[in-house]
């Protein structure tokens, strides 16, 4: 049975959580977390559905098998693949999702011009087709981003090189999109970069907030909120110094 001062579990498969991380403690201060990256894996997003699949539940049976009250699939890409399977084998665990941000860009824009960005499994999954079914009236495009997870998990969030893989991906779109929907959660670590390609006439949208919202309702349902606590355990299955040391980066930056 779970207790209030159990971890709350973050799972991705690199340093991309932790972008979900940040606000989940933004959000939730007081909560012990558990912050486990695939980075010996990554990236998912150019496996096959089945191969996520099944990294995705390993993990998530390794990290449920400890004190853990909670499990945050922070990965878009483990998400679209797993998470339906995760609820099932798991049906009395609390288990949360992360899902591009599209219903906030059409509540801003019920008719705009919207892009998502993400991985190539994220992109064609039909978790992604049904959810833009709900929103006929925008204009939804899909936008992949090959390589930019990988320059990210080495720590070239600010380099020159991701900056020219940005350009290249993004500049067509300069003036032509009202939202972009950051659909991997490694891509906010590059907002600015991507910020200052579209202009601002572009609002850039992510589901970590939303994210970090449900956990904190799913967790006040069960009555399993803390009170008296706080902590960051940061794991890796790389399991090196150098990327270690870039989890804390991003997650203090």
């Given at each position: 049975?779970?207790?209030?001062e159990d971890?709350?579990?973050?799972f991705?498969s690199?340093?991309?959580g932790?972008s979900?991380?940040?606000?989940?403690?933004?959000?939730?201060?007081?909560?012990?977390?558990?912050y486990?990256g695939?980075?010996?894996?990554?990236?998912y997003?150019?496996?096959?559905?089945?191969?996520?699949?099944?990294?995705?539940l390993?993990?998530?049976?390794?990290?449920?098998a400890?004190?853990?009250?909670?499990?945050?699939v922070?990965?878009?890409?483990?998400t679209a693949v797993?998470?339906?399977?995760?609820?099932?084998?798991?049906?009395?665990?609390v288990?949360?999702?992360?899902?591009p941000?599209?219903k906030?860009a059409t509540?801003r824009?019920?008719t705009?011009?919207i892009?998502?960005?993400?991985?190539?499994?994220?992109?064609?999954?039909?978790?992604?087709?049904h959810l833009q079914?709900?929103?006929?009236?925008?204009q939804?495009?899909?936008?992949?981003?090959p390589?930019?997870?990988e320059?990210?998990e080495?720590?070239?969030?600010?380099?020159p090189?991701t900056k020219?893989?940005l350009?290249?991906?993004?500049?067509?779109?300069r003036g032509?999109?009202?939202?972009?929907v950051?659909?991997?959660?490694?891509?906010?670590?590059?907002k600015?970069?991507?910020?200052?390609?579209?202009?601002t006439?572009?609002?850039?949208?992510?589901?970590g907030?939303?994210?970090?919202r449900?956990?904190?309702?799913?967790?006040?349902?069960?009555g399993?909120?803390?009170e008296?606590?706080g902590s960051?355990?940061?794991?890796?299955?790389l399991?090196t110094?150098?990327i270690l040391q870039?989890?804390?980066?991003?997650?203090?930056g």
């Open positions: 049975m779970a207790n209030r971890y709350i579990a973050v991705d690199g340093v991309g932790i979900v991380l940040k606000e989940l403690v933004s959000l939730m201060p007081k909560e012990n977390y558990l486990f695939d980075s010996a894996n990554a990236p997003g150019d496996k096959t559905a089945e191969q996520v699949r099944e990294l995705t390993q993990n998530a049976q390794m990290l449920l400890g004190k853990t009250k909670a499990l945050v922070a990965c878009n890409t483990a797993a998470i339906d399977l995760l609820r099932r084998q798991y049906p009395d665990r288990i949360i999702g992360i899902e941000a599209l906030m509540d824009f019920p705009g011009r892009g998502i960005m993400a991985t190539q499994v994220t992109l064609r999954e039909e978790k992604l087709s079914e709900q929103f006929p009236r925008a939804v495009t899909h936008i992949p981003a390589g930019l997870v320059l990210i080495q720590g070239k969030a600010g380099s090189e020219q893989l350009t290249r991906i993004l500049a067509p779109y032509k999109l009202d939202a972009l950051l659909g991997c959660t490694h891509y906010p670590f590059v600015e970069e991507i910020a200052e390609i579209l202009g006439g572009t609002a850039l949208l992510d589901g907030a939303g994210t970090a449900q956990t904190r309702r799913c967790l006040a349902e069960a399993l909120l803390n008296a606590g960051v355990t940061v794991e890796n299955s399991g110094p150098e870039l989890s804390f980066a991003l997650l203090e």
